[in-house]
């Protein structure tokens, strides 16, 4: 399977065959699932209403059980106690145990996250061998301790110390941590600190019992809007001792661990929305077919069925995205293994290359979860509202999604300025198109006929056109503005949103194409009538966010060529009927009383 490098996306075309798609997982990751979602359906399902009355110990008790079924080991390797089933089942995993509640949501990410993988990534072997079978059996539970109250997207700015012994021994860490993830429960934190006047900060494991705190105080449960079974309290450190050999990695690299480790989150909370989703569609629908109004269902009314329709497109589109970027990493790791990197350097390098994805995709997911939960209220209506049925709770647990892994306007930033430094470092060629794209704005363009009889010929060709969009503003956009770029927020913002779309229309369109031509057209009617559906939302989009940009830092002839250039590259041919797609994918959901794909 030939993988591209990440961001380039945006320049090279992919064949369908060269992505990976939920049809393939293997016989061993279908059972996974089915065994993931059996303990969901039976330990947690039934008894959902137990997060909502932040119930800490039922959260404890099913992280316990987990951890007895092995699910808190699945990316671990064998020689720490784990399963070492790869990043796709890692993915799949997550996926599926995030689906009933977003508190075990962030309780599992937390710990099998970013709990145990900055030790697997950066810990030396001693303190992989000390601590991680611990974290993979579930005997002990960790948290990551970064954000302070001063020092929360700009992460590296943090003032918890870190200060040697005066017999060089050990560290003796003070300050304070808040929004800490599993606090209540954990035995491991990693803890961030600055050694003197360091430019960076520096990771430390730091062991945390009750019954002998060692100078650590923790706050009281944090009050929340949603996930109010995730323990999440504040965390105090007053001359904590911290043994030499337990800093991570070295001095000074707290702040790649911690971007690094967040790139993994990223992508694993694209995974966490899913099933979440899933299961509000499916609520949604049999809600609707049961509900009476007007001596009819309400899932009849077309008004109804564009919300079913759109909230399955949208999710159908995640997991598209999502399992396609995972696949990708899978297949880098895979890469540098074979050419002789540890496991431990191939995992690290596999998941910074397409840290750009990771980005996008946590901000599409979290977005996606906020809409779909939102109008699975709308679909419940006065009900939706009550804590009577499942919709509101699903609603306030979406919400943190666009909030921690870094927000959502950071990601968008991110995203684009992760892209642009592959282009200055010369990993990517950007200039070449997109001085390419602006050159062919002022040829005359071509009015022959194409043939668009072959599936997704006319949609393809409309997202390589998406893609010259972007080259073109981002390409201006450095010129114009340089170095000072950076400070143009709305503008890259903007870019980030077009990339955005553009990724998740070629997943879908790439996913659609290939589970054809394992089946056959007539059997994907459906799927294929989200991709067209989805892509006609992200042309909207696209032009919608272009435009912004364009009219906002250029002028005159200037202006006109490149508003020009976006009306040619969102042009169809041949307008697909949009109501009539949302009505076929809604009916396909109706009569099967459940969201089916």
Known sequence: MKTIKGGEFLLKETKAENIFITEDFSEEQIMMKESV??????????????????????????????????????????????MGMGFVSTMLVCDYMSGSSGSLATAYGAHTGIGTMPILLYGTEEQKKKYVPKLASGEWFGSYCLTEPGAGSDANSGKTKAVLSEDDKHYLINGQKMWISNAGFCSLMIVFARIENDKNITAFIVEYDSENPNGITLGEEEHKLGIKASSTRQVFYNDT??????????????FKIALNSLNIGRIKLAAACLDA??????????YSNERKQFNTAIANFGAIQYKIAEMATKTFVTESGSYRAAKDIQNKIDEYVASGSSLQEAELKGVEEYAIECALLKVYASEMAQYVTDEGIQIFGGMGFSQDTPMESAWRDARIGRIYEGTNEINRLLSVGMLLKKAFKGELDLISPAMEVVNNLMAIPSFETLDYSELFSEEKELLNNLKKIFLMIAGKAVETFGIDLEQEQQIISSASDIMIQIYMAESTILKVEKLVSKTTENECKVQIAMAKLNLYNAVEEINTKGKEA???????????????GLKRFTKYTNYPNIIALRRLIAQKIIDENQYCF
Request: proline residues 4%.
């Open 241 to 254: 001792i911290v043994p030499l050999e337990n800093m991570l990695s070295e001095r000074g690299k707290g």
């Open 550 to 564: 364009i009219i906002s830092f250029t002028t005159s002839d200037e202006q006109k060529m490149l508003l020009m």
């Open 277 to 286: 989703c899933r299961r509000v569609i499916t609520e949604a629908v049999k």
């Open 37 to 82: 979602r059996e303990f969901i359906d039976k330990e947690v399902w039934p008894q959902k209403e137990r997060f909502e009355k932040s119930d800490y110990a039922f959260t404890e008790e099913i992280m316990n059980k987990a951890g007895e079924m092995g699910f808190l080991s699945i990316s671990v390797p064998e020689e720490y106690g784990g």
